[in-house]
């Protein structure tokens, strides 16, 4: 088999790979939470401390050692947030602004998008924060208690504008 023969098989091989995990980081299922190191860190990266490996791999990692401690409706509901989250980053990543993008603007649009994915993970799954048992809602608090110490204005913040959401619907 000549040079060409091999070369061509090497790169289509490449290119088949490439498509396929292109399209896993278009698409997120929000079943793995590598996305955030896989298709996030690789598109953007930030480092250790950028909002996709500090943050939100993390955090996602936590949520899916504590998921046994969930209800159904609760374990539901994390699922279908973790989707969310990942499907909203997926398309700031696919958009026109790609070329813009840095690690600030990734870190704020991502907070901007965990209240509306808490509070309506439309189309992910069927529960709101607001809907979730006491212990289901403290098991979410225990889960991202360390948010307060490493992100607290965000924190304080996105926990302020969830209550008013669920409280008074605002």
Same mark, same amino acid.
């Given at each position: ?88 980053l997926a398309s700031l990543l696919q958009s026109k @602004? /790609?070329? +813009? ?8 649009? $991502? &907070?901007? *998008? ?19 048992? @006491? /212990?289901? +809602? ?8 360390? $948010? &307060?110490? *490493? ?5 304080v913040k996105g926990g302020k504008d969830l209550m ?7």
């Amino acid at each position: 088999m000549s040079k060409f023969w091999i070369g061509l098989r090497i790169t289509l091989v490449f290119f088949i790979i490439s498509q396929v995990l292109g399209s896993n980081c278009n698409k997120p299922t929000g079943k793995d939470c590598s996305w955030y190191k896989n298709c996030l860190e690789k598109t953007i990266p930030c480092g250790s401390r950028g909002y996709a490996l500090n943050y939100a791999l993390s955090y996602c990692n936590k949520y899916e050692a504590n998921l046994h401690k969930f209800s159904l409706k609760g374990r539901i509901w994390v699922a279908a947030v973790k989707k969310c989250l990942q499907v909203k980053l997926a398309s700031l990543l696919q958009s026109k @602004v /790609k070329g +813009k993008l840095n690690c600030a603007f990734i870190k704020q649009y $991502a &907070f901007h *998008s965990h209240l509306p994915c808490y509070v309506d993970p439309t189309g992910f799954g069927t529960y709101s924060f607001c809907s979730l048992s @006491v /212990k289901d +809602k403290y098991q979410v608090v225990n889960t991202i208690k360390g $948010a &307060f110490l *490493s992100e607290f204005m965000a924190s304080v913040k996105g926990g302020k504008d969830l209550m008013n959401k669920c409280w008074f619907n605002n």
